[in-house]
């Protein structure tokens, strides 16, 4: 049993304590009145705010540790390797105007109203609750896991004490107190990646000096490419599957949908690539700088922690382990943020209309829904993290490809696409994530190719419906108003 | 370093510099901007009631 870390202990308590109590107080002075309050602020945010928090939502701690581990392992393929996670931004970016026009709470009711289809709405929320849920899931492993590598402490109580410290902040504030606290975590992340970075850098010599210990250690690691293995039909797979999916992230979605202006969107929507670019190299030399010093660690995911033990100096231990907190409990609070709108918004809410309740009933039902989500989603998340089930081994690419092939084509036809219609978006998901799942576990005679088709298919897919058969004319209609 | 690995960099960075500048000059025209906030926008009409809060009064 590992022994208990006092120090990181009580640091990790003492900021998880902080989190509580600060994010209580705020939530009690900004009250959610609605669930478009709840969702997207009622879209009240500015551009500094939403950007950092979409950095901070991207930078998880499973971020900070697998990008410094595939640093530590294979150098510089990083930039290859993870190239898609910057490419999908560009999708987002460039239909930053168009999402913010639809005044709109959520992607799924975004999809609903395009298309005309309460069915595709909620078949959209039923997706992007399961992926946020095996998301929730698998941060919480690694918070687990990481606080008992880091401070000793149990790893049922690492993630009881996470959950505990962000519940009410979400369930009581929504996206306004969230993105409040989640802007200050991206600050703290950034200055430890850069400050770490510098550190890996100067303890090293200088950059070139590095870069001679690196070559000294192996040179494959100097290689964007491993030195050739990755083959370019493997990036071609791996870009296009993490492309896919990063462009249909809903919680990027509901950050656009709270900016004043379409111009906050731009700026949420924008920035962060070339931040998160900044941010993997100095990563990248973070790993590095561990492989040169550590060259023999037992596993790659330990060498962002050690490098703040073992490597930099002593009293950036505790910055070390706010950073990786920060990581940690801004992509829980995302997502949980994000299960509980689509619930409460795409799910209870069309219900509530059908029922034909009053618009005030409604939105006390879907405001309380989302809080008991909060709740429930935790608890799941919780109970389930603990089961020793191979939750990792989903935090691959394959998620992702499944991910984009269920929602790219059908989500950027319905903002690029007038002629695009409900029926060519539900088939276009269905297909896109049947040949993702088949082709997957297809023979590897071509890698990274299960990406390729399923994208290709959906999309062949609805076009061609959507050419055999006319939208209603209420959708077009509407379409044609925003797509002009 | 060897080559590969400054064009994917430089790739990597290139991306970024696109997407930023892509998203500011989709966003770019405040007569655009105002024009697609306005009530007047041609903006559907929202189908699941709209933003209204828990007292049933509209935001």
Not at chain 1, 397 to 402: D, G, K, N
Request: glycine letters at 8%.
């Amino acid at each position: 049993m590992e022994s208990v870390n006092v120090y990181y202990a009580v640091s990790s308590l003492v900021f998880l304590a902080a989190l509580l109590l600060v994010g209580y107080w705020l939530s009690r002075r900004q009250r959610v009145v609605s669930t478009h309050d709840f969702a997207v602020a009622s879209r009240q945010m500015n551009a500094p705010r939403m950007v950092l928090m979409n950095i901070a939502t991207y930078l998880s701690a499973v971020s900070l540790i697998g990008f410094t581990g595939y640093g530590y392992a294979s150098g510089f393929a990083l930039a290859s390797f993870f190239f898609g996670t910057i490419l999908g931004h560009l999708p987002l970016s460039l239909v930053a105007r168009r999402l913010h026009s639809w005044h709109v709470s959520s992607i799924p009711e975004f999809v609903g109203q395009r298309y005309n289809s309460t069915m595709l709405r909620g078949w959209f929320g039923l997706i992007f609750i399961a992926i946020y849920t095996v998301y929730l899931m698998l941060n919480l492993v690694g918070v687990g896991v990481l606080l008992h590598s880091v401070a000793g402490l149990p790893i049922w109580l690492s993630e009881l004490v996470v959950l505990l410290a962000l519940m009410a902040y979400v369930a009581l504030g929504g996206m306004r107190v969230t993105s409040l606290i989640n802007s200050v975590q991206a600050v703290v992340i950034l200055v430890v990646v850069t400050g770490g970075a510098l550190i890996a850098i100067g303890t090293a010599g200088g950059f070139l000096a590095l870069l001679d210990n690196v070559r000294a250690i192996d040179p494959t690691l100097l290689s964007a490419t491993s030195d050739g293995a990755l083959t370019p039909g493997i990036l071609l797979g791996t870009t296009l599957g993490w492309m896919s999916g990063v462009a249909c992230r809903a919680d990027f979605g509901a950050q656009a949908l709270s900016g004043s202006r379409a111009r906050v969107a731009g700026w949420t929507l924008g920035l962060p690539a070339i931040v998160i670019v900044v941010t993997y190299f100095g990563l990248n030399l973070i790993g590095l700088s561990v492989r040169t010093q550590l060259p023999h660690l037992a596993s790659a995911d330990a060498a962002f922690p050690l490098f703040f033990r073992e490597v930099a100096p002593n009293w950036t231990g505790w910055i070390m382990i706010f950073a990786l907190l920060s990581g940690i409990t801004a992509a829980c609070d995302s997502y949980i943020l994000t299960i509980s709108t689509i619930v409460s918004n795409d799910i209870v809410k069309p219900i509530m209309h059908w029922r034909q309740a009053t618009l005030a009933r409604t939105e006390r039902v879907s405001v309380n829904t989302a809080r008991v989500t909060v709740l429930v989603s935790s608890a799941v998340a919780f109970v389930v993290s603990l089961s020793n089930l191979p939750l990792l081994a989903l935090a691959t690419l394959s998620l992702f490809i499944v991910w984009g092939a269920a929602c790219f084509v059908p989500l950027y036809g319905g903002l690029l696409w007038r002629r695009g219609s409900m029926v060519a978006a539900l088939s276009s998901s269905v297909v896109g994530i049947v040949l993702a799942a088949v082709w997957l576990n297809a023979p590897p005679f071509a890698p990274g190719s299960s990406a390729l088709v399923s994208l290709v298919g959906s999309l062949v897919v609805y076009v061609g419906v959507s050419f055999l058969r006319q939208g209603t004319r209420q959708p077009e209609a509407a379409a044609t108003q925003v797509l002009d | 370093m060897p080559v590969e690995t400054v064009v994917w960099l430089a790739i990597n960075a290139f991306v970024g510099l696109v997407t930023l500048f892509s998203a500011l000059y989709v966003t770019r025209t405040p007569e655009m901007t105002d024009a697609a906030d306005s009530p007047s926008s041609g903006d559907p009409p929202p189908l699941s009631g709209g933003a209204t809060d828990i007292d049933g009064n509209e935001n």
